[in-house]
């Protein structure tokens, strides 16, 4: 009985510790992103991405927080690098 006792606590205990330790990382990724950004007081999301895209302990949100391309490498990096001729009209993705 005593070890279902403790699993319940470890159990109401963690949810909170996760959503704290979660919010600590999201305002440690701002704060950084801030001191790096190339305007005071603001942050991109080119500012962000760049973080993301260099630093290796966030390599897990390269997919989540790519750089920005536009659509035509996107789409001659899909199709094996080669291009159409249609393409001329590409616009950047945001």
Same mark, same amino acid.
């Given at each position: ?10 159990? %109401? ?13 999201? %305002?440690?990724?701002?704060v ?44 001659? %990096?899909i ?16």
């Amino acid at each position: 009985m005593a070890d279902k006792e403790k699993t319940e606590k470890a159990a %109401q205990i963690s949810l909170p510790l996760s959503r704290i330790k979660t919010e600590l990382f999201v %305002q440690d990724l701002a704060v950084e992103t801030l001191k790096r950004s190339r305007e005071e007081n603001k942050v991109d999301y080119k500012d962000l991405a760049e973080i993301v895209n260099t630093d290796d302990n966030l390599e897990f949100l390269h997919d989540i927080i790519p750089r920005k391309i536009l659509a035509k490498e996107y789409l001659s %990096q899909i199709n094996g690098g080669g291009s159409s001729d249609d393409d001329d009209d590409v616009v950047v993705l945001d």
